[in-house]
């Protein structure tokens, strides 16, 4: 249990939830159903060991925090993961209502083992994470990128038709059509440069091979502008 200021709770709350759910207690000295719902929470909170984590808002003496909720009356709990609110209530609960609450927010079993192979990201792992979640995007696009890698391309494009279309399924797509090289990119692009308007494969040639540069690396916004010069 964490008590959050206006000062911390951008780093303690917003950030934190990206890698544990965070529930937020907003309450009051003055308030009599707080002081009942406080050691509730704390006692529920504190049964997961960590897999949930608890912050508790004066909102008197944080009155940024209370105006970022729209608090109307307290007490007023929210669950935040990734940065977003997910779930929440208002008053005071019962033992039996709060657990409900918080299990809701534990991650499964399931749900930390895809997690952990995930973060281990071989193709084994990530094959066990694809028996786990089948329809589990993140899994299917970090699976996808492995077998394209490796060079078992439709296979990995196959896993690719699964889920919508992404920047980073973009990518991988582009990878597997121009096998991710960018040696001597900038030649590559000057010799496509003036047919792309005219001849199709030319024009997706060019596209793929800025997927592959990325977003990140500066020469592609220069070589974006002179795609749109040269179409229109």
Same mark, same amino acid.
Request: hydrophobic share 45%; aromatic share 4%; glycine share 6%.
């Given at each position: 249990?964490?008590?959050v200021?206006?000062?911390?709770? %951008? =780093?303690? /709350?917003?950030?934190?939830?990206?890698?544990?759910?965070?529930?937020?207690? @907003?309450? #009051?000295?003055?308030?009599?159903?707080?002081? *009942?719902?406080?050691?509730?929470?704390d006692?529920?909170?504190?049964?997961? $060991?960590?897999?949930?984590?608890?912050?508790?808002?004066?909102?008197?003496? $944080?009155? +940024? /925090? #209370?105006?970022?909720f729209?608090?109307? +009356?307290?007490?007023a709990?929210?669950?935040?993961?990734?940065?977003?609110?997910?779930?929440?209530?208002?008053g005071? *609960?019962?033992?039996? *209502?709060?657990? %409900?609450?918080?299990?809701?927010?534990?991650?499964?079993?399931?749900?930390?083992e895809?997690?952990?192979?995930l973060?281990?990201?071989?193709?084994? +792992?990530l094959?066990? #994470?694809?028996? @786990?979640?089948?329809? $589990?995007?993140?899994?299917?696009?970090?699976?996808?990128?492995?077998?394209? %890698?490796?060079?078992?391309?439709d296979?990995?494009?196959a896993?690719l038709?699964?889920?919508?279309?992404?920047?980073?399924?973009?990518r991988?797509?582009?990878?597997?059509?121009?096998?991710g090289?960018?040696?001597?990119?900038?030649?590559?692009l000057?010799?496509?440069?003036?047919?792309?308007? =005219?001849?199709?494969?030319?024009r *997706?040639k060019?596209?793929?091979?800025l997927?592959?540069?990325?977003?990140?690396?500066?020469? =592609?916004a220069?070589?974006r502008?002179?795609?749109?010069?040269?179409?229109?």
């Amino acid at each position: 249990m964490a008590d959050v200021t206006d000062a911390t709770f %951008e =780093t303690a /709350v917003v950030e934190r939830s990206k890698t544990v759910p965070v529930v937020v207690d @907003l309450w #009051a000295e003055w308030c009599g159903p707080c002081k *009942q719902l406080g050691p509730i929470l704390d006692k529920v909170i504190g049964e997961t $060991n960590g897999q949930v984590e608890l912050a508790k808002v004066d909102v008197d003496a $944080n009155p +940024s /925090v #209370a105006q970022a909720f729209k608090v109307q +009356s307290i007490p007023a709990v929210y669950a935040m993961k990734d940065g977003q609110i997910v779930d929440g209530f208002m008053g005071a *609960q019962g033992e039996a *209502q709060v657990r %409900e609450f918080v299990e809701r927010l534990v991650p499964t079993v399931e749900q930390s083992e895809v997690e952990r192979l995930l973060e281990i990201g071989d193709t084994e +792992s990530l094959n066990a #994470a694809y028996a @786990l979640e089948p329809d $589990n995007a993140d899994v299917l696009t970090a699976l996808a990128g492995a077998l394209i %890698e490796e060079g078992q391309v439709d296979d990995g494009l196959a896993l690719l038709d699964k889920i919508p279309e992404t920047p980073e399924s973009r990518r991988l797509r582009a990878i597997a059509r121009t096998g991710g090289e960018t040696d001597d990119v900038d030649a590559k692009l000057a010799a496509l440069l003036p047919t792309v308007k =005219t001849d199709d494969d030319d024009r *997706q040639k060019f596209v793929d091979l800025l997927e592959v540069l990325g977003a990140d690396d500066p020469r =592609t916004a220069e070589w974006r502008r002179k795609l749109s010069a040269a179409l229109f």
